[in-house]
């Protein structure tokens, strides 16, 4: 079971960095994105709060996803 737990853990965090990779890489070709100069929290491997200010992004960011095995943010 703890196996399970762990792969399941580690394949989530790939999704969230490869949606982290993807979204910061359009917003550094596309000056127009929705996410450029702004601090980005994904969870579960989606955007779940954008935001110019990383301690709002954080609170969005918790208050989607409490635990911060499961998050990411750029």
């Given at each position: 079971r703890k196996l399970r737990i762990?792969?399941?853990s580690q394949s989530m965090d790939a999704l969230n960095r490869e949606l982290a990779r993807k979204l910061n890489e359009d917003a550094r070709t596309n000056p127009q994105s929705v996410y450029a100069g702004k601090f980005v929290g994904i969870a579960n491997g989606?955007?779940?709060?954008v935001s110019d200010s990383l301690g709002e992004m954080m609170r969005l960011l918790r208050q989607a996803e409490p635990d911060a095995?499961?998050?990411?943010w750029i």
């Open positions: 762990g792969l399941m989606q955007v779940v709060a095995a499961k998050t990411f």
